[in-house]
């Protein structure tokens, strides 16, 4: 089973799996390989026992927010181009029809996806996709470079919808805000949706607990924060930006679980006019 970063994309999917109602992913569990299932169980199990109950409520409504925000920019554009950086085992290119998707990951991280959905193409679990597996460390700015110049290749001029999941709350804080706003650099993004802590919720002590049981397991020790006006900053003025009681009440139409007990993870979502094609880019 891995390690590290990589074990985080394990629970995701248990987290998911546990709730397939709110999180409409009937995917989730198909990522986690037969022979690692007790023990990703187990492991979650160990988890919420000690450290965080509601992780499977809050990945879920996560999910869920970030889907219907790709769903609504397909249907503005079913040609969009979906870009997602931290993809770990998300299912959003096999969720919905986009034509061409690109994922981002760590290398060891991007390689288990690769080989992960080939097994499960083989199978006819997944539909054929066109999608690109792009292993990068987005600390680097060399690395967010060469994805500028793939992304800009790989639309040729399309809209891009670009995802940031469970990411930049990893990276330091230059670096996170370098990847926030990302998708301005590729020339035809439609729509930015990050996830983020908030940088009031620095003192959280459920969060305090929550790094403590990842670090042991080789997560950086580092995080980043941001305020809701460091993303305008980056993103532009009009945002939504939505914690886990707003998307409580989006989906579950009342709050279950207040946000002093959750990992306090928001979603910034940003939608924008493509800049101009330049001549000769299609």
């Not at 709110?22 to 919420?48: C, K, N, Q, T």
């Not at 993004?189 to 670090?215: E, H, I, M």
Request: proline share 7%.
């Amino acid at each position: 089973m891995h390690c590290g970063v990589e074990l985080t994309a394990y629970l995701v999917n248990e987290s998911r799996a546990r709730m397939p109602d709110l999180a409409e992913d009937p995917l989730a569990a198909a990522w986690i390989p037969d022979g690692d299932r007790p023990a990703v169980r187990e492991l979650w199990d160990e988890f919420a026992g000690t450290v965080y109950p509601h992780d499977d409520l809050v990945v879920s409504l996560r999910g869920r927010y970030i889907a219907d925000t790709l769903a609504r920019s397909l249907r503005k554009d079913p040609d969009t181009v979906l870009v997602v950086c931290g993809a770990g085992f998300s299912s959003y290119p096999w969720l919905l029809p986009f034509r061409t998707a690109l994922e981002v990951d760590l290398p060891a991280m991007a390689e288990a996806k690769r080989a992960r959905t080939a097994q499960l193409v083989a199978s006819g679990v997944l539909p054929e996709r066109d999608v690109h597996h792009h292993a990068a460390d987005l600390s680097s700015p060399a690395a967010r470079d060469e994805l500028v110049a793939l992304v800009r290749t790989l639309a040729d001029g399309r809209p891009v919808a670009y995802v940031a999941e469970g990411l930049v709350f990893y990276l330091p804080s230059d670096a996170a805000r370098a990847v926030v706003g990302l998708g301005a650099r590729f020339g035809t993004c439609v729509v930015t949706a990050v996830s983020y802590w908030p940088a009031a919720a620095a003192g959280s002590q459920v969060l305090a607990d929550q790094r403590q049981w990842f670090r042991s397991r080789s997560v950086p020790e580092e995080a980043a924060y941001l305020t809701h006006h460091g993303l305008t900053s980056l993103l532009g003025k009009e945002i939504e930006d939505c914690g886990p009681e707003d998307l409580q009440q989006r989906y579950l139409d009342r709050v279950v679980v207040p946000e002093s007990d959750l990992i306090p993870e928001y979603v910034a979502v940003s939608w924008n006019a493509p800049a101009p094609v330049e001549a000769g880019a299609r």
